[in-house]
C-alpha cells in the first residue's frame, strides 16, 4: 500500500453570530478526517488510466485555459508554460481575451501577437500556434472572469464529447 495522505482534523466554519445567521444549521466547529483511501497504485475516485505507464504519461495533453482581461502579463504565461514543460508537445492553450481594440495600451496589445514578439519569434516555426487557440471579446462587452472561464470549460467539454471526430474539436494532439 502507498503512502497515506495527510489527516487530522479539519476546521469548518467558525462559530460566530454573523454565521449563525448566514448558516442557522452550520457546520461549524471541527471534524476528524480519516486517512486517506487512495494508494499511489490505486484511488476508487480516478479512474483515467490512459496515463498511469509512465511512457504514456510523457504523451497525455495538458489543457491550459486563460481567462485574460486587458492582462500584460499573459504572454509571459504562455513563455513559461511552453519553456518550462518537460514535453512542450503536451501544452495545448485556449485564451479568452478580452481586451480593447482601439487601445494603444500595453494591456490591449494581444496575448499571442506580444508572445511571438516579445519571447518568442520562432512561435510559429516551433508549432505554437497548432496549439494554442485565441478567442477576441470586446472588454466592454465582456461579462467577467466567471462568464469567460465557463466557455473555456465548455469548450474543453466540447473536446472530449466529440473527441471520436476531430474536424468537429478546435485542439487536439
Known amino acids: 500500500m502507498g503512502k497515506q495522505g495527510p489527516y487530522g482534523t479539519t476546521l469548518l466554519g467558525r462559530d460566530s453570530p454573523q454565521n449563525r445567521k448566514l448558516f442557522p444549521d452550520g457546520p461549524f466547529g471541527t471534524i476528524d478526517v480519516a486517512a486517506s483511501e487512495c494508494a499511489l497504485d490505486r484511488c476508487p475516485h480516478y479512474h483515467y488510466k490512459d496515463d498511469a505507464a509512465p511512457d504514456k504519461s510523457l504523451e497525455t495533453p495538458i489543457h491550459l485555459l486563460i481567462a485574460s482581461f486587458r492582462d500584460q502579463l499573459c504572454p509571459r504565461t504562455l513563455h513559461n508554460a511552453f ?39 520562432n512561435c510559429i516555426k516551433d508549432g505554437h500556434d497548432k496549439q494554442t487557440q485565441t478567442i477576441h471579446v470586446d472588454s466592454s462587452k465582456s461579462k467577467g472572469p466567471t462568464d469567460a472561464r465557463s466557455k473555456l470549460s465548455a469548450m474543453i467539454h466540447y473536446d472530449y464529447v466529440h473527441a471520436t471526430d476531430p474536424d468537429k474539436v478546435g485542439l487536439h494532439p
Do not use: H, L, V
Request: proline residues 5%.
Open 83 to 121: 519553456k518550462r514543460a518537460q514535453n512542450p508537445k503536451r501544452i495545448f492553450i485556449r485564451i479568452i481575451e478580452q481586451t480593447q481594440a482601439d487601445s494603444d495600451m500595453i494591456d490591449d496589445a494581444g496575448c499571442w501577437d506580444r508572445y511571438c514578439k516579445d519571447y518568442n519569434p
